[in-house]
């Protein structure tokens, strides 16, 4: 009875999401026994997007919310593949609740579509949640902190909207292995803003966020 319920074409995204959940958490043990991350790539690429596909981030018409947004989401704070994971888990459960409810007191669950909202907005609290206890019960190493910081130094583009003082945005830089890093990033100088495609040198880092100065001269190189 549960699986013909499960199966039913208004429950189909949230079906669908949680067997996706299956076969990304198996693929993963599997990787993790042979002793290689096969998702490790979208720590790199989440950050990029929303949900991140390796395409640049929105420019939003206020460029202060995409930092803020993302820094509630707490996007970055563990493995990507987790929060992936959390964010699925939550909108499928959600849906199949949503959907179940509505059932129960109208007669009839809502369309897929309909029902995918509501869903999706609860999913998101859930997902920030989610990735602050994940960030404190995942072992934090020394060799994770080593990384973080050695982009120190490097140059970064910006790849989101305009960052200011307080409100973070979206950057990539690559570190000394050439592998590409998505970041906020905030001015280190509290009159100056960053403005999408610009260049900056990062100086510092606070938690998740880096700190950076204009580049002067076009002879910096990464």
């Known amino acids: 009875m549960l ?4 199966n039913e074409t208004a429950n189909f995204p949230f079906s669908v999401a949680l067997v ?3 076969i990304l958490a198996a693929i993963e043990g599997v990787g993790l026994m042979v002793g290689a991350g096969l998702f490790g790539f979208l720590d790199g690429l989440l950050p990029d997007f929303d949900i991140d596909l390796d395409i640049d981030a929105p420019d939003l018409s206020t460029p202060s919310l995409s930092g803020q947004f993302l ?3 707490r996007i970055g704070k563990v493995p990507a593949i987790f929060s992936l994971i959390v964010f699925l888990v939550a909108f499928g459960l959600l849906g199949l609740f949503i959907q179940g409810l509505v ?3 109208f007669g009839a669950p809502l369309p897929a579509l309909l029902a995918s909202i509501p869903a999706l907005a609860f999913s998101l609290p859930v997902l920030s949640i989610g990735n602050a206890v994940l960030a404190k019960v995942l072992p934090q190493d020394e060799t994770s902190a080593v990384s973080r910081d050695s982009l120190i130094g ?3 583009t910006l790849t989101g909207g305009e960052a200011r ?3 973070p945005a979206q950057a990539k830089v690559k570190d000394q292995h050439n592998q590409t890093h998505y970041i906020l990033v905030e001015p280190d100088i509290v009159s100056d803003s960053f403005i999408r495609g610009e260049r900056v040198l ?3 880092r606070k938690k998740s966020v880096y700190f950076a100065i204009r580049t002067e001269s ?3 190189t990464d």
């Open 154 to 156: 490097k140059l970064a």
């Open 71 to 73: 820094t509630w989401l």
């Open 20 to 22: 996706i959940v299956a």
């Open 165 to 167: 003082s307080k409100y």
């Open 3 to 6: 699986l013909s319920y499960v």
């Open 202 to 204: 990062i100086v510092r």
């Open 103 to 105: 059932n129960a007191v």
């Open 218 to 220: 076009n002879g910096l």
